[in-house]
Structures are given as structure tokens and as C-alpha cells.
Nanobody
Framework: VQLVESGGGLVQPGGSLRLSCAAS????????MTWYRQAPGKERELVAF???????NYVESVRGRFTISRDNGKNTVYLQMNSLKPEDTAVYYC?????WGKGTLVTVSS
């Protein structure tokens, strides 16, 4: 199993980013996928979940601003992040069961 995140960077408050997680080594369409984040000095937290059938759920702090989606043809899960806030600054990780990517850094700052 390999999970590779991309799309992080520096963005101003109110801006948008789209994170991608390219998956390989397993039958992607059969598995739920999740995005987590870890801010400096804080514990890692679940941000968004998408089931194999496309059902989604979000932590309350991002609901209405973030959208998780998946493209089973590309073995990729996405996290569209809009209206970004400084408190969204974190390393964002893709996860499938016990498998984690290495993360991509999102910095929201003016």
C-alpha cells in the first residue's frame, strides 16, 4: 500500500487549495479513505471521511468549507479546501486503515 499526498502550500486566509492523495497497491474502489491533519503542537485529528460508496462526513470545524471526493478511475482521493483560515494550518495526511501517507503541509497566512 502506498499513499502519496500533494497539493499543499502557502495560501492567504480566505483562499483555496485542493489536496490529492494518489493510492496504489490495493483495490482502491473497495476502501474508505480519510484525511487527517496535525497542527503544530497538537494531536492528529480526523478531517474528512469518504466511504467506498461515496458517503462523506467531516469534522465540525471544516464542514461547509472542505469537500472530500474520490476518483476510482484514477485511484485518487481529493480534499477541496475553501475559505481557509489560519487555524487550518497543518500537515495533512491521507489514510487507509493502518496505512498513512507522508503528508503535505498547508500553511494559511497573510
Amino acid at each position: 500500500v502506498q499513499l502519496v499526498e500533494s497539493g499543499g502550500g502557502l495560501v492567504q486566509p480566505g483562499g483555496s487549495l485542493r489536496l490529492s492523495c494518489a493510492a496504489s497497491g490495493f483495490t482502491f474502489r473497495l476502501y474508505a479513505m480519510t484525511w487527517y491533519r496535525q497542527a503544530p503542537g497538537k494531536e492528529r485529528e480526523l478531517v474528512a471521511f469518504i466511504s467506498s460508496s461515496g458517503m462523506t462526513n467531516y469534522v465540525e470545524s471544516v464542514r461547509g468549507r472542505f469537500t472530500i471526493s474520490r476518483d476510482n478511475g484514477k485511484n485518487t482521493v481529493y480534499l477541496q479546501m475553501n475559505s481557509l483560515k489560519p487555524e487550518d494550518t497543518a500537515v495533512y495526511y491521507c489514510r487507509r486503515d493502518e496505512n498513512w501517507g507522508k503528508g503535505t503541509l498547508v500553511t494559511v497566512s497573510s
